[in-house]
């Protein structure tokens, strides 16, 4: 064997003198998540004895009210959501896992209970959070902010003066109160006057957030139910400037025109010119007024009356130029013309004294539905101020 070939197999078959690489260690957080998830099944609910249900704690809170929608019925409402129940599959002992006491899963691969809000009717835009927390006694905590966008009855005949209590009911859509039980997470108290996170700054201030515990008997099985009652008010000050103030003065100066002879060319150039500005005043509050499919604000309803009182006050001396208009006609074709000037002086007199007492009518009922009108707006007022 030559000298070259015998160095070349006493270097391939000396010791490598660098270690090898040893394999990662997988880090204890990652241990804790394998070994939990390990023969998990979350198709089960997380009991080890069946015949326990699972306590689901809810709470929440307002944040803000982004839409309310007199036409479709429907309020979207932004709350920060939080549902924490107890998971026996995933406890474990922070002593066996460098003390971590507390770790985040993912959504999917844990049982999540079928919590769903009743009078949700379309889908909000709510952030994605795919993980909860869990700590080592098995509380499973999820809180999201969620947008609500939910069924409410809307009541607007106060407005701009109006209350709203819309209902937010969580409920499990499968499990009867034996598998799935709800509790409150904190007193009632409590989540009733917790306004602190409500965005204050907008049209509707939030007044109160009670609750309730019951029970929905259906099919001969019990269903556990926790309703929220989001009770709003609409802040008027903006109304008042734009729509009530003008309007008042509106009806002062039409109340002003009774005061004109009915016969009398003024009266009606004066009317035209108010119901014109009723009718331009209507136009514009269109898009200020919430709009519903059965019910009419109070304001509107009292705007339309005025329009219509209008119109019946202006025919009036419409109607009253119309007749002499043809009595005049008539005159000039009658024969005996002295004569019958004598009557349409009297038909004159008579149609005057019709047009005076409708008039007087018309002006005492404006009157009346203007006082009921002030002290109907005045007192919602009053009960606005004194919540």
């Known amino acids: 064997m030559s000298p070259i070939l015998s160095l070349l197999l006493l270097l391939v078959s000396a010791p490598s ?3 090898l690489p040893e394999k990662p260690r997988r880090s204890t957080l990652n241990q804790l998540t394998r070994t939990l998830l390990r023969n998990y099944d979350s198709g089960v609910r997380p009991v080890q004895n069946w ?3 699972t306590i689901v704690y809810i ?22 959501y939080r549902q924490i129940w107890k998971d026996e599959f995933l406890v474990w002992d922070p002593a066996d896992f460098d003390g971590i006491n507390e770790i985040s899963l993912s959504l999917d691969a844990i049982w999540v209970p079928d919590i769903i809000i009743s009078e949700f009717v379309d889908v909000g835009r709510s952030p994605l959070l795919p993980y909860v927390y869990v700590n080592s006694s098995g509380m ?11 069924a409410c009855y809307l009541e607007i005949y106060a407005f701009p003066f109006d209350r709203q209590n819309c209902t937010l009911t969580f409920r499990s859509w499968l499990h009867t109160v034996n598998e799935v039980d709800l509790v409150l997470w904190r007193s009632m108290e409590e989540i009733a006057s917790d306004t602190r996170e409500f965005m204050n700054n907008g049209e509707w201030e939030l007044l109160s957030v009670p609750s309730r515990y019951w029970r929905l008997h259906m099919e001969d099985r019990d269903y556990a139910q926790i309703q929220f009652n989001v009770v709003i008010r609409r802040r008027p000050l903006l109304y008042v400037v734009s729509l009530l103030i003008p309007s008042i ?22 009317k035209t010119s108010i119901l014109l500005g009723y009718t331009v005043f209507r136009v514009n509050m269109t898009d200020e007024l919430p709009a519903t499919a059965i019910k009419t604000p109070l304001i509107g309803f009292d705007f339309d009356f005025h329009l219509e009182e209008d119109l019946l006050s202006l025919c009036e001396p419409q109607d009253m130029v119309l007749q002499l208009e043809k009595i005049l006609q008539e005159v000039i074709s009658l024969k005996y013309y002295l004569h019958q000037m004598e009557s349409d002086g009297a038909t004159e007199m008579d149609w005057l004294a019709l047009c005076s007492k409708v008039d007087r009518f018309l002006f005492h009922l404006y009157l009346l539905i203007l006082a009921v009108y002030s002290s109907t707006i005045l007192l919602l007022w009053i009960g606005w101020s004194s919540v």
């Open 140 to 150: 499973v905590k999820n809180y999201k902010p969620i947008q609500v966008v939910s």
């Open 59 to 80: 709470d929440f809170i307002v944040q803000s009210v982004l839409d309310v929608d007199g036409q479709t019925q429907k309020v979207t409402t932004s709350i920060w």
């Open 51 to 53: 015949t326990n249900p």
């Open 249 to 270: 003065f509106l009806m002062i100066v039409d109340v002003i025109s009774f005061y004109l002879p009915p016969n009398s060319g003024t009266r009606i150039s004066f």
């Open 17 to 19: 003198s660098e270690p």
